[in-house]
């Protein structure tokens, strides 16, 4: 049975050069991640647990963590929170040097929240492979504020805020303007990228407004209050990958973490497919605000969290708009009978096929096919055209589901909200999103802003399943090999 986790590949020794993407990527996530553990001491923890849950799976099967492809190892994925487009575009410019690139368009206008965004994340297998790290990144869209006042309060503070040091910005312009020919940068500069990166990301203690104005954009939105009040976008989570997220869930309860009550995603499944996420609620931190006295005024705020994720299989169009649709179904079913959501989820998702054949031979998931090293080209008698069940029947080629790397708007607006005091406390509804995105004019608006496309994630699987079909018969010398049924 094929595995959504991809086998380990080729090791290259080639020692990386300091501004490498795939390397600065590494770097930024490492230092990230360890800056992150020293903020949120709850968030090492988490990371803790799940490696030792990680630990007892991979021992019942004779294997260590060891065993597990780097990409597994290194992977997380975090989400910040910007205000203004001059920030959105500067992020962009950033992460570009990291080898990460927009992908997938997320009207967070369709869950209740004033926010748009992408994930930034690499694009090419080869990046994929050697560190997946995205980032889940929004942007403040002022005409969804409801307040002209607040409207006006919030852009007026936004617009002094320095997010980028001049020296992360000098070094931004320098490294887009650097080629072969010109002056190289340096280990140190590259050094500096990190340290003046890690400042964007960085929790601060200090607001930089008034208690007064804090809970007036609170009124307004929580994410707003978020955004506008803080000299950085603090990071609000970052996220493990874990073979068992089940399994987290029930440590994570046993430990007396404060767990989220239910796990977001599709239920469990033989044959995993698109994304589960759980978190340990917001902590709620001290906070010292803008006052008339120098020490300030007291007060809290609730925003960062830690995550856990288990990713399974990258889904078609077709398998997406089944995806869609049984869950909408289960959201109307929970709803009309009053009945536990996980338990209604897991009955109407027995519609979805759970064999890795089945789901194949249906189109429902994106494959990675690859020709066995002993069936190169000259050792068949095929010649033009043949159908990749032949290629799989006989052993000449093998699959693998490939992973998905993106997220589902409805299940992070269940880990955002449950953080807002839960859909009834905090008073913000989710609804489903279309697989197709509702506003293609806010696409546009938002590529324009970053000065580049943004393409759909689907679109990506599709291309590297073609990719691998093409590599296919160029190794074994056909003309054509036919997935369709």
């Not at 050094?191 to 200090?206: N, P, V």
């Not at 709803?335 to 031979?361: I, Q, S």
Request: charged letters at 30%.
């Amino acid at each position: 049975m094929p595995s959504a986790i991809p086998p380990s590949e080729t090791v290259h020794h080639e020692e990386p050069t300091p501004w490498d993407p795939d390397h600065l990527r590494t770097r930024f996530v490492r230092a990230l991640s360890d800056m992150y553990r020293a903020e949120v001491p709850l968030y090492g923890k988490l990371v803790d647990l799940v490696n030792n849950v990680d630990t007892s799976i991979l021992q019942s099967r004779g294997q260590s963590l060891s065993d597990l492809p780097s990409r597994f190892q290194l992977e997380r994925h975090g989400a910040i929170r910007l205000g203004t487009q001059q920030e959105m575009r500067m992020i962009g410019r950033l992460f570009a040097l990291m080898g990460m690139y927009p992908v997938g368009y997320y009207d967070l206008k369709m869950v209740g929240f004033p926010l748009h965004g992408t994930a930034f994340r690499p694009r090419t297998e080869e990046s994929l492979r050697k560190n997946p790290f995205r980032v889940f990144t929004t942007v403040l869209r002022p005409k969804l504020i409801s307040s002209p006042a607040v409207r006006e309060m919030a852009t007026s503070i936004l617009s002094t805020r320095q997010l980028f040091s001049a020296k992360l910005v000098e070094l931004i312009d320098h490294a887009e303007t650097t080629t072969p020919d010109s002056v190289k940068l340096t280990t140190q500069d590259a050094d500096s990228l990190i340290t003046e990166s890690l400042k964007i990301f960085k929790w601060h203690s200090r607001s930089s407004v008034p208690l007064e104005t804090y809970l007036t954009l609170k009124t307004e939105h929580p994410m707003v209050a978020d955004i506008v009040c803080f000299p950085s976008a603090h990071i609000n989570h970052l996220t493990p990958r874990t073979l068992d997220i089940d399994a987290v869930q029930a440590e994570m309860i046993a430990q007396g973490l404060p767990a989220k009550e239910c796990i977001e995603g599709p239920p469990r499944r033989k044959c995993e497919i698109l994304l589960r996420q759980t978190s340990f609620k917001a902590l709620e931190e001290r906070v010292i605000f803008a006052g008339g006295a120098e020490q300030g005024v007291d007060g809290t705020h609730t925003a960062r969290f830690g995550e856990v994720e288990q990713r399974g299989a990258a889904v078609t169009r077709k398998g997406r708009e089944l995806y869609d649709t049984l869950l909408a179904k289960a959201v109307r079913k929970s709803e009309r009978e009053d009945k536990d959501a996980d338990a209604v989820l897991k009955e109407v998702f027995a519609e979805y096929p759970d064999d890795w054949e089945t789901l194949r031979k249906e189109e429902l998931v994106y494959f990675r096919y690859r020709v066995a090293e002993d069936k190169m080209a000259g050792g068949h008698n095929w010649k033009g055209s043949v159908h990749m069940d032949t290629l799989l029947k006989e052993g000449v080629a093998s699959c693998e589901p490939i992973t998905y790397e993106d997220f589902l708007p409805f299940s992070a607006a269940g880990i955002f909200t449950s953080n807002l005091g839960g859909e009834k406390d905090g008073g913000h509804e989710r609804k489903l999103q279309r697989t197709e995105e509702e506003s293609k004019r806010s696409r546009v608006q938002l590529e324009e802003l970053l000065g580049r496309t943004i393409p759909s994630e689907i679109d990506l699987y599709d291309e590297l399943q073609s990719d691998s079909v093409k590599e296919c018969e160029t190794l074994l010398g056909l003309s054509q090999i036919v997935l369709e049924v």
